[in-house]
Nanobody, 124 residues
Framework: QLQLVESGGGLVQPGGSLRLSCAAS????????IGWFRQAPGKEREGASC????????TYVDSVKGRFTISRDNAKNTVYLQMNSLKAEDTGVYYC?????????????????WGQGTQVTVAS
C-alpha cells in the first residue's frame, strides 16, 4: 500500500529554517513525481514546489523562490523540502503528494496520493 509520511514541521522564528521530509513506502519512489503543497489557514491548498521522477524541479510560488529547495534521495525513498529565511506567511500545513509520471503539476487534482501533512508555524 502506497504511503507518504511528512515530518520536520514545527515552530520557528522568522528568518529561521526547517527541512521537511516526505518518506515514501509501499512503492518505488524512482518512478514518481512528488509535489509539496501548503495550505494556510482559511486558504486553498497551493502547490509550492515539485520534483519530477527524472530529478528536475519546479517552484510554483514566487514568494518561495530562492528560499525553498526541493530534493530527492531515491535510495532512501525520501523527498525533502529545505525552507530557509522563513516568513510568517509561510505558516500552514505542508503536504507531499505523489503521482506516477515524469512531469510536474501544481494542481491538487493531478496527485492521487497524499500524506497527512505537517504543521509549519513561523512566529516570534
Amino acid at each position: 500500500q502506497l504511503q507518504l509520511v511528512e515530518s520536520g514541521g514545527g515552530l520557528v522564528q522568522p528568518g529561521g529554517s526547517l527541512r521537511l521530509s516526505c518518506a515514501a513506502s509501499g512503492f518505488i519512489l524512482d518512478y514518481y513525481t512528488i509535489g509539496w503543497f501548503r495550505q494556510a489557514p482559511g486558504k486553498e491548498r497551493e502547490g509550492a514546489s515539485c520534483i519530477r521522477s527524472s530529478g528536475a524541479s519546479i517552484t510554483y510560488v514566487d514568494s518561495v523562490k530562492g528560499r525553498f529547495t526541493i530534493s530527492r534521495d531515491n535510495a532512501k525513498n525520501t523527498v525533502y523540502l529545505q525552507m530557509n529565511s522563513l516568513k510568517a506567511e509561510d505558516t500552514g500545513v505542508y503536504y507531499c503528494a505523489a503521482a506516477r509520471r515524469d512531469y510536474c503539476s501544481g494542481y491538487v487534482s493531478l496527485y492521487p496520493d497524499w500524506g497527512q501533512g505537517t504543521q509549519v508555524t513561523v512566529a516570534s
